[in-house]
């Protein structure tokens, strides 16, 4: 095999010291036409001087000609998984979908055969709601993605979601969603009993209700108001029909206010601690927190995790509380990524602020480059129906539209009956979405936030911003990221760059993390401390399955660690061409 390479050099990048960066300032945020600026700024507590001046240069070698690589069999498997495989083969790198997706697992989709179909359909994530089921059965299912992982080929991270303090769960005992009808009485009851009961739910309340509050469940699924109080029992009457689904949340509302009858609670109850001790012994890679308020109860979970296990574990702060929104970037810049919770902040917030609230979240997690996904009733109808509302496929469609890394179902595919369609939609949507994007150019509408502190973290930063612009400028096929820890890959990310980013890593971890990554297919494979030893053997890998054939042209980003025959270290931007 022969390549050709034309390596981009940036030659005396003059290096500005500044004091700090500021705050992001969501009132007065443009989006503009965005200028790539080579100018690194780093906080206090770097050892340069505001006045200082530095020069930095890429390193620039022109590789013509290489001779093809004498064929001998590569050690160890390809670890690309066997969805991306398949759809890169059929549609190429441009109709490979960037955003991901996640399902919620329950009932409906828990067997062998129905996870292996929606791993088929496009599931990034398997997401586990710890409110419902026992951990018996979370364990099975954990096992079972496991399974198809290592003999399938496919790559879906398990994300494990908390309970948490906050949550008043309903349980009428059947195993799919019920009518409600207006001016039926039921009875909420804290008692706990097999089974179900005409006109009964088990609820967690702890008794902060007042008879004439108003009782809404899932936001507004159906409504009641308290009639009667009986010791932890509320008999209430139905004033708004509706469903209720199996699992379903509710809160309590007086004189037109939120009743907030546990704000002292801790984010982590105990049972939610014994649920993150059973992840970690599962091997999870993700958990999701539970009405996170403020950011100490994201570093102390990330502290615990730490200490005990044994591989890295990101954990997402929920946004779904009026208090989160008020220390939004504190919650963002301590956490791995963020869950846009858009059931339960509708019960906090005015409904119509929900879509201008999606977007200012976006717009931070983008920022300060952490993964978000939206989540909540994206196509609730199909719960019950086999179709979606138009307006849900437009709710979808504009969630694309403003970057989010990923989407996810929940009950539609938890509990309802048209689970694989919902994935389907959501694929067909997002792709549609995202063919328009770059249709129109829209990536280079986004200025970015600084990230980083030190000289060399503002290097990579700056080495990926201006990669992504010369990829999309070039016209090139895909991009090629090296990387032990995804910081690389989820920068490049960050400026959602037209081609799609594969990302070689040789840490499993890390490759699971990045499957939430917008835009990066993490591959698994055997890496060196030869920086072009490991450029060859992707390619080679990757023409060797028929993924790239001659005429492809991808550009590489890489970091060259220091050795005894070359004490520096550098990085570059290589564009080959495969001959």
Known sequence: MVLKSMVASASDLSLVSVAGNPPLDLKNRVFGSRVISLGFRFNKGSKWKGNERFNFKVRAAVEVGVERSK?????????????????????????????????????????????????????????????????????????????????????????????????????HGAPSSVKVEEGSNWVFTAEHYEGSRPFTVQTNYRGFSEVGDELVIDGGMACFEVTEKTGNDLHCKCIDAGLFLPGAKFSFWRDGKLVRGNNKLPTLSTKDWADIDFGIAEGVDFFALSFVNHADSVKDLKMYLSTKSTKSIKVLAKIESLESLHKLEEIVRASDGIMVARGDLGVEIPLEQIPTVQEDIIYVCRQLNKPVIVASQLLESMVEYPTPTRAEVADVSEAVRQYADALMLSGESAIGSYGRKALAVLDMASSRMESWNRAENRQSLVSHHQLGESLPECITEQICNCAVEMANNLGVDAIFVYTKYGHMASLLSRNRPNPPIFAFTNDDSTRMALTLQWGVVPILVDLSDDAESNISKSVQLMKSRGLISQGDVVLVVSDVAPTRASPMAFQSIQVKTII
């Open 71 to 171: 064929s001998k069999a590569l050690e160890g498997g390809f670890g690309l998984d066997v969805v991306s495989e398949a759809e890169l083969t059929v549609k190429g790198f441009a109709g490979l979908r960037k955003t991901k997706l996640v399902c919620t697992v329950g009932p409906a989709c828990s067997s062998m055969e129905d996870l292996e179909n929606l791993a088929l359909g496009g599931m990034s994530v398997a997401r586990l709601n710890m409110c419902h089921g026992t951990r018996e059965w979370h364990r099975d299912v954990i096992r079972k993605i496991k399974k198809l992982n290592e003999e399938k080929g496919f790559c879906v991270s398990v994300m494990i979601d908390t309970e948490g303090s906050q949550i008043h769960v309903v349980d």
